[in-house]
């Protein structure tokens, strides 16, 4: 299946099981221009035209199947309540499946009712056996509470569906504990509450008959890696109880879902991914912003020293910052866009990649909407991970409702949030794979109506290589979700969690899968664990502290210090860049500035204040090699995968005008080292042939870490990540590799995969970085092939010239 084939508008309101009784009332399609004609009066407002692809969707016709034999008339009859006729074929075949007692995973486009597939087979059972129960695991807490609207609406008698989350009041948890038949949380609350909690539970736990596992794809790296131990440990508890569920999976489309379900379950997973649905038709515009004036976009370098650290010297040269573009920033671009869409009366979803980007954009969109109708910016908002609950459901409620005509949204709006009445997305920045591509693009053009979707394009290389090619996009198959049970940092900790559970024994091994034994060892070397006849036991009284999202520790909250009143939270693992003191920090629209970050508290002070200025942190990153696992000899050039250490630590910010983009300042900051112990790919050239190459000795750490740049950007296209989860080094002389080196390694602790993944693929990732860099139009390189946005060292030295002729070197020598 290609991405091209995705379902961005399935259906009739009839069969749109994605949506909730209020989003079907209020939220029919838009009153705004056809897609292609609001395409066009966007497109008019510049004297360059945007556009460098269009791309039409064909409307599809649904094929419609029978509904089971089993599925009982008073099951039928509520669907029918709520406008379903019939199961679309793929719904059926996964219900039939599930029914059997087959593990099964439905694999089809966005909005296509995957919902069904597996709302089908469990209330068919909680209605034939009084005694079953179903659990439901969603990603996120919005979708959970989607999910518990649409099961409430079939009002089917003695279901009790609830959700039981991290927001659940305290009074609620023992009656859900004892009387609901179909609980609705996320993997955070399983691993958190409800396995240590298993005696509680045990009653739930001994009748569960089916586990759900909604939007499954979302689970990669570290996390969807920590979420098949999860999933583990529940099957462990749910055996010692006598209880064998079926688990069915729910996935947007991807590659080889089969593979993934087993890997994420430790299951034989059936797949079904012929898609079935209608689907309207959709206009998919890719917009390349344009270029600035060069006094606009032009800024003086910052010299290694002014941001370094003497432990790493200037050739070594890490990658994470931010970084004044040349190009129309996409967040202005989206800002605009989003504006002229709402202004048109069309209802629009606008995705940014991070938080502050979703803030920006809402602001901006804001501000322009109100300077043209005065109150109009009021229908504009932001949405994001880090509100509190009382935030997120007014939010989800006034959008549902129709009281917000634009959101811009982080991708806690990606997954199957019903938003039934959308007429436009923009994704700001290419998401970083595919899956969430289509995904994204599928939010609008609900109940059969016709959508568009615009991808705004960033100042990046991998953005800039796809606006440009974009059979990468529309001709290219889905990604395969990437994630590693085996690796020993996850594990150890989720054998740990398991033994504090029930005492491990040597059947369990075999169900924690290759490495459980060893991790275990390692456990009782430690202490933690202790070997009796019996088993391994627990040793200590606290729980171990298991952080499944890999956030880098406990949320820091974000508090007024005038009112001590709590903004949000921004996760651990983002502090330091976020929240360091000086930091400009936005919510909602208003702006603070932090005065102080305890981290051993978890708490960050802040004061509201519109300052002119934005702030970026910068790092420096040095890195060791720890072992090598594999390596290729291909001559003077070495292609290699193994663990590194990598040390880095925030070390200043910058204070840039907001207005210019020009540098006020550079502050220093006093902020702990932060470890990490991962997986790289690296690969080094002996220095007879980069002079061969005609690279001059001076040009050599200029032209790696151009290299490195473009290469961290164009590794999306190989692996189910983006350039935020993976960082990189280059440096003329390594003193573990005693050559010239550009190492790209993994930024989850004991890798996530994705290194693994450039590894096995090296050839066609490096040509695809070589041909990003040559192609583009810059005469010494841009943030469109070789500048970072995150660079630490303010993207200087780079060479991009000399970058072309250093992986010529590479793919003459590697192996394809």
């Keep these: 299946m290609t991405s091209n084939d995705f379902s961005s508008a399935q259906g009739t309101p009839r069969h749109d099981l994605e949506s909730s009784p209020a989003a079907t009332v209020s939220a029919g399609p838009g009153s705004g221009p056809a897609p292609e004609d609001l ?51 793929h719904q059926a075949e996964a219900a039939n499946l599930a029914y059997e007692g087959q593990h099964v995973v439905v694999a089809t486009g966005t909005a296509s009712g995957k919902s069904l597939a597996y709302q089908l087979p469990a209330l068919a059972t909680l209605l034939a056996d009084p005694r079953a129960t179903v659990l439901y695991l969603a990603p996120t807490k919005a979708l959970a509470a989607d999910q518990l609207r649409a099961v409430a609406a079939l009002e089917l008698e003695g279901v009790r569906p609830a959700c039981y989350d991290g927001d659940t009041p305290r009074a609620e948890r023992e009656w859900i504990r004892k009387h609901s038949r179909f609980v609705l949380t996320n993997p955070d609350m399983l691993h958190h509450g409800i396995l240590p909690g298993h005696a509680q539970w045990s009653g739930f736990l001994r009748r569960l008959a089916y586990v759900v596992i909604d939007e499954c794809h979302t689970y990669r790296g570290v996390f969807g890696s920590h979420v098949a131990h999860v999933l583990r440990r529940l099957r462990r508890q749910c055996a010692r109880f006598g209880a064998t569920p079926v688990f069915v999976l729910a996935s947007a489309t991807s590659g080889d879902p089969a593979t993934t379900g087993g890997r994420l379950t430790g299951l034989p997973v059936t797949a079904v991914t012929e898609d079935a649905s209608p689907r309207g038709g959709v206009t998919f515009a890719l917009w390349e912003p344009p270029l600035l004036p060069p006094e606009a976009g032009s800024a003086a370098p910052v010299p290694p020293q002014a941001i370094g650290s003497p432990s790493v010297p200037p050739q070594a040269i890490g990658e994470h910052d931010d970084l004044r573009q040349v190009r129309r920033s996409a967040l202005r671009e989206t800002a605009d866009l989003l504006a002229d869409t709402v202004a048109e009366g069309v209802r629009t979803l606008a995705f940014v990649r991070s938080r502050k980007g979703a803030e920006v954009v809402a602001a901006n969109a804001r501000r322009s909407l109100d300077e043209a109708v005065p109150g109009l910016g009021d229908r504009v908002a932001a949405y994001r991970g880090g509100y509190l609950r009382e935030e997120r459901r007014e939010l ?172 949000g939270t921004v996760d651990g693992g983002s502090s330091h860049f976020l929240l360091h003191p000086g930091a400009v920090h936005l919510h909602q629209g208003v702006s603070y500035v932090v005065d102080d970050l305890d981290l051993a508290d978890g708490c960050a002070l802040v004061h509201a204040e519109e300052p002119d200025w934005s702030t970026h942190a910068r790092d420096v990153t040095d890195l060791s090699v720890v072992s090598v696992r594999s390596y290729v000899d291909a001559g003077p050039v070495g292609m290699f995968l193994g663990e590194v250490d990598v040390t880095s630590q925030v070390v200043s910010y910058q204070r840039r005008r907001i207005a210019t983009g020009e540098v006020i300042d550079t502050r220093p900051l006093d902020l702990p080292t932060r470890e990490l112990r991962t997986v790289a790919v690296w690969f080094t050239l002996s220095p007879q042939s980069l002079a061969l190459a005609g690279v001059q000795p001076a040009d050599v750490p200029g032209a790696l870490h151009a290299a490195e740049h473009a290469a961290i950007g164009l590794l999306p296209l190989m692996a189910t990540c983006d350039r935020w989860d993976i960082g990189g080094l280059s440096t003329a002389v390594h003193p573990d590799t005693e050559a010239p080196t550009v190492f790209v390694y993994d930024g989850q602790p004991g890798g996530a995969g994705f290194a693994e993944r450039a590894y096995g693929t090296a050839s066609a990732w490096l040509r695809a970085t070589r041909d990003a860099i040559a192609e583009c139009g810059c005469e010494t390189g841009c943030p469109s092939c070789v500048q970072s946005p995150k660079c630490g060292n303010g993207n200087n030295p780079l060479s991009k010239p000399d970058a072309i002729r250093v992986l010529d070197v590479v793919l003459a020598n590697l192996p394809d």
């Design 396 to 567: 989800e409620r006034a959008l549902l409702h129709g009281d917000l005509l634009g959101l811009a949204s982080t991708n806690a709006l990606e997954l199957g949030v019903d938003l039934v009445g959308l007429d436009a997305v923009l994704i700001c920045g290419y998401p970083g794979t595919r899956a969430s591509l289509w995904q994204q693009a599928g939010r609008a053009g609900r109940s059969g109506q016709e959508a568009l979707a615009v991808l705004v394009a960033r100042d990046d290389p991998l953005d800039t290589y796809l606006v440009h090619h974009p059979e990468a996009i529309f001709g290219a198959p889905v990604e395969a979700t990437v994630l590693d049970p085996a690796n020993p940092y996850v594990l150890a900790p989720q054998l740990a969690c398991a033994a504090v559970e029930a005492p491990l024994t040597p059947a369990d091994l075999a169900l924690f899968g290759d490495g459980a034994k060893e991790a275990v060892d390692e456990l009782v070397a430690a202490g933690a664990l202790r070997q009796r006849p019996t088993g391994w036991y627990w040793r200590h009284r606290e729980r171990p502290e298991v952080d499944l999202r890999g956030e880098g520790g406990a949320p820091v909250c974000v508090v007024e210090s005038s009112t001590g009143r709590l903004l």
């Design 39 to 89: 395409l066009r009066r966007l497109r008019d407002r510049g004297a360059a035209d945007p556009v460098t692809h269009v791309e039409r969707v064909p409307a599809r016709a649904g094929v419609p199947a029978p509904w089971p034999p089993w599925a009982p008339a008073e099951l039928r009859a509520a669907f029918a309540r709520r406008g379903v006729v019939a199961p679309w074929q």
